[in-house]
Nanobody, 115 residues
């Protein structure tokens, strides 16, 4: 079965960096686009970035220049490098894959940015 496990979250000061990882299993990782989302309590989950099977990346405007999504197909892992973090980046971060019209999510990892 499809499994996604995020890691790498934590508490960081404003201006700091974190690298999130999402380890995938249960499907042919290299053939699918992967996405990172984030959610703040009381708000809808929002898209952060997507990387296609071929490595093409796309970002929401407010993350451009600060966040970088990448993938390592040999390790079945997708990453989110987050730099110049701001308090408003505080959220639970999730990775997602759509396999045969079904969305699969990880359990999320908490990122907290202190001012």
């Amino acid at each position: 079965q499809v499994q996604l496990v995020e890691s790498g979250g934590g508490l960081v000061q404003s201006g700091g960096s974190l690298r999130l990882s999402c380890a995938a299993s249960g499907f042919t990782f290299s053939r699918f686009a992967m996405s990172w989302y984030r959610q703040v309590p009381g708000k809808e989950r929002e898209l952060v970035a997507t990387i296609s099977a071929g490595g093409i990346t796309n970002y929401e405007d407010i993350m451009k220049g600060r966040f970088t999504i990448s993938r390592d197909n040999a390790k079945n892992t997708v990453y989110l490098q987050m730099n110049s973090l701001k308090p408003e980046d505080t959220a639970v971060y999730y990775c997602k894959v759509r396999v045969i019209f079904t969305d699969y999510w990880g359990q999320g990892t908490q990122v907290t940015v202190s001012s």
